[in-house]
Structures are given as structure tokens and as C-alpha cells.
């Protein structure tokens, strides 16, 4: 069904990759064909994402797409194929194996996502499905998927008898649709919209809670405050109120999802506190102390990608992107990695000199805003290099609607000075 729409709404194909995993996890726990074969909705996502980018190409030609690439783009670009080179010299035999596996994931996530949005309509199509979806699949996993400890319950006849999903993954989706439920703004039916956005954040939270995914929970929420005053505007005493309304609401949605569905032991202070000293932050000193006593050659080129998996090392990976970019790609690879985050940072901006004066505008802005402080928190306390394609992809498409949103304004600027809506390009 998303192929279909996406025939004539290529952007749509981005809530197949928003909600892929929870999904995936989905199927699984209804029916055990899926289960017994776990890759198949990773192949049917790929699918449609790859028709969408094929509907791009033949509407506007496979130049008008990629003349549009940003600067962003090209250096994340560079990232992952630096980190491929330094399998080379990787601490770990396996690199170049880990690096072939995790490339499907970098070839959709990376590489053709973005494609698939190349006006800030398509962005506006994907948000909206992504939210149609996600929604659906909060219903779905809350009433009819049997939950175990933090994970939905799966069958599994491979394993025998029957298998926990990936809470993370569900986590993360629950956090797409809370941030596109509360930040998204719309010019028709705005008073039923919002009636029916809150609902959906409380579902939102209480799937995130359920799954007992703290970094997901905390980030979603840093997340909103940082985007809500793009959002709504700071203005006059009924924006100022809308913000503090907003602000309230997720405030208490929070306090009672986790007095109500948290885990008391797993959300105590201690706990959380362990989790982040014992498991992020010291196993990532430990990767850099390694790199630090490396020599001058390590120091510049890095240790190589998924060095961290060298029993010498640490024997995993780190779960913090920074820290693993620096031990892994060295000084080479951590300087590219800084200059996507100012670039993104010089993308957004002009984005929003573009997108101000216009509500609908500025809540698809402040959503994209929003995912990417998202994502980027959650890049600090799970996944690795190759684990964080979400957030690349991302990164990419808001260089892109730089690109393609400032090249509109300057060509459909009226006379009269005003250029037309952002979302028309």
C-alpha cells in the first residue's frame, strides 16, 4: 500500500523506514511466518524506498535530484567511506565483514532516503504518513502483542519456543510519533487536530515507557522543549500560553506513564546513573585511553573501524558516537564527523529564515528539528557508527531542503519582495 502511494507521493516511503523496526517486531509477534523470517520486512521496506527514489528520477530527472546535494550530504558521505577504508586497519579481523553487513542498512537509511525527498513537500508527505503509521502500530502493539520483560513477545521457531523483540527500536518509533504529534502544525481543522494530537503523545509515551527505554523517553522530551518554541511562535499572550500549555501536558503524560508503566527499579537514579558512568561513559574513556596510548599514526588515522569489538579494547562497541569516531577514525575522521554537525547547523538556519513567517512551515521545520536532536541524543547513548543511519539520513535531508528551499526563494521572489510558501517547492 505505502508502494502505491508512494508512486504518486514519494515522500510517504519515509514512514517505512520510521517505522520499520517496530513493524517488523509486530509481525513477528502475530505471525510466526514473519518471525521465521526476520529479514523480510527489511527487504520489503528497501523495496519501496528504492520505487520511491525511482519515482524522483523519472519526475525530475536524475540531475535535478542530485544537483541539489549539500555539503552536508558529501561529508557524511565521506564519514562512512572513511570509516570503510579504515576497516583496513582495524584492530579486528572481522571490520570488512561488519562493514558489508551493516551496508544494506547504510545504502537505505543513507544513500537513498534522502533521495527520496527533494522538496519540502515530500518532507511534509513522509511526516505525515510516518505519523499515520506510527499510530497505528501504537494501537497495534498496546492491544493485540503479548509483552515480556520491556519486550514484545515473539515467535521464534528457529530458537524454539518463542523470543523477546528489540525495545530500543520500539522506543524509538514511540518517539517519532510524540514528536510529530506535538509539534506538527496544520492551517485546516486546526482545532480538531488539536484535540486528537494529545491522545496521541500519551499512546506515544506509554509504549515508550512500556519498553522501558529511558534514553528514548529523556530525549524525546529534551527534544520537544528545544523545538516547541519553533513550533508555536514566542509570541503575544496566546503563543506564550500555547508553549507553557504544551509544556505542562508532556510534563504530566511523563510523570504519570512512569509512575504507571516504568520498571521502579530500572528508572531509579542509581540505576540510570550506573547505567550511563558504568556502561557509556567509562567503556568510552576506555577506547579513548586506548587510542590516546596508540602512537601519533593511531592518533591521526584512528584505530580503525570497530576496533572497539578488539578484546584488547573493550570487546563491544562504546554506545557513544563521538567517542567512537574519535578512537575508531582517528583525528581524520573525528574532524569530518564536526564538520556535518556545523554544516547541519548552517543548513538549519538558513532553513529557518525560510520557513518563519509561516505556521504549517515552521512546525514541518521544527519536527525535522526536533528528530535530529533526537536522533543525535540517542546517538550518544546507544548504536555505533554504523547503527546511527537514522540520524544520517536526516542530517542529509535538511542539507537537501536547504539546498532546494533557498534555490525556490530565489527564483519565485515576488516584485513585492515576499517569496511564496516554503511548502510549495
Not at 527514489?53 to 536524475?62: C, D, S
Not at 499510530?135 to 515467535?155: M, N, P
Request: with cysteine.
Amino acid at each position: 500500500m505505502i508502494a502505491a502511494v508512494a508512486t504518486y507521493r514519494p515522500g510517504v516511503a519515509l514512514s517505512a523506514l520510521f517505522c520499520n523496526f517496530a513493524l517488523e517486531q509486530w509481525g513477528q509477534s502475530q505471525v510466526e511466518f514473519f518471525s521465521d523470517h526476520p529479514a523480510l520486512t527489511n527487504y520489503l521496506t528497501a523495496g519501496v524506498v528504492a520505487w520511491a527514489v525511482l519515482m524522483q528520477l523519472v519526475r525530475f530527472g536524475a540531475w535535478w535530484v542530485l544537483r541539489q546535494y549539500s555539503t552536508v550530504g558529501w561529508l557524511t558521505l565521506a564519514l562512512l567511506g572513511y570509516a570503510a577504508v579504515s576497516t583496513l586497519w582495524s584492530l579486528v579481523d572481522d571490520a570488512k565483514e561488519g562493514y558489508i553487513n551493516a551496508l544494506p542498512y547504510i545504502i537505505t537509511y543513507t544513500l537513498l532516503c534522502p533521495l527520496v525527498v527533494t522538496r519540502a513537500k515530500d518532507l511534509h508527505d513522509g511526516f505525515v504518513a510516518t505519523l499515520i503509521l506510527g499510530s497505528l502500530l501504537l494501537v497495534l502493539l498496546l492491544t493485540t502483542s503479548t509483552w515480556g520483560y520491556r519486550q514484545v513477545i515473539i515467535y521464534s521457531l528457529v530458537r524454539g519456543g518463542t523470543a523477546g523483540g528489540n525495545p530500543l527500536a520500539i522506543g524509538s518509533m514511540a518517539g517519532y510519533v510524540i514528536l510529530l504529534a506535538a509539534l506538527m502544525n496544520t492551517r485546516r481543522l486546526k482545532t480538531l487536530w488539536n484535540l486528537i494530537r494529545w491522545p496521541l503523545v500519551l499512546l506515544g509515551m506509554v509504549l515508550c515507557v512500556l519498553s522501558q527505554s529511558r534514553g528514548q523517553v529523556f530525549g524525546a522530551l529534551i527534544a520537544f522543549v528545544c523545538a516547541l518554541p519553533i513550533s508555536r511562535r514566542l509570541k503575544g499572550s496566546q503563543g506564550i500560553a500555547g508553549v507553557m500549555v504544551g509544556l505542562v501536558v508532556m510534563s504530566l503524560f511523563t510523570f504519570w506513564t512512569i509512575s504507571e508503566f516504568a520498571i521502579a527499579e530500572r528508572w531509579e537514579y542509581g540505576a540510570m546513573r550506573d547505567s550511563v558512568e558504568g556502561g557509556r561513559v567509562n567503556k568510552t574513556f576506555e577506547v579513548l585511553e586506548y587510542w590516546g596510548n596508540s602512537g601519533p599514526m593511531r592518533w591521526i588515522f584512528g584505530l580503525g573501524n570497530s576496533a572497539s569489538f578488539s578484546t584488547d579494547v573493550i570487546g563491544f562497541y562504546p554506545h557513544n558516537l563521538p567517542g567512537e569516531v574519535l578512537g575508531e577514525e582517528g583525528i581524520v575522521g573525528f574532524s569530518i564527523y564536526v564538520a556535518i554537525l556545523v554544516a547541519l547547523v548552517r543548513a538549519l538556519r538558513r532553513l529557518w529564515f525560510a520557513v518563519a513567517p509561516y505556521d504549517d512551515a515552521r512546525g514541518l521545520f521544527a519536527v525535522l528539528c526536533a528528530l535530529l536532536i533526537y536522533e543525535f541524543i540517542l546517538s550518544n547513548k546507544q548504536g555505533s557508527l554504523l547503527g546511527n543511519q537514522e540520524f544520517f539520513g536526516l542530517t542529509i535531508i535538511a542539507g537537501q531542503l536547504s539546498v532546494a528551499v533557498q534555490r525556490h526563494v530565489m527564483s519565485t521572489r515576488p516584485a513585492a519582495g515576499r517569496a511564496l510558501h516554503p511548502l510549495t517547492t
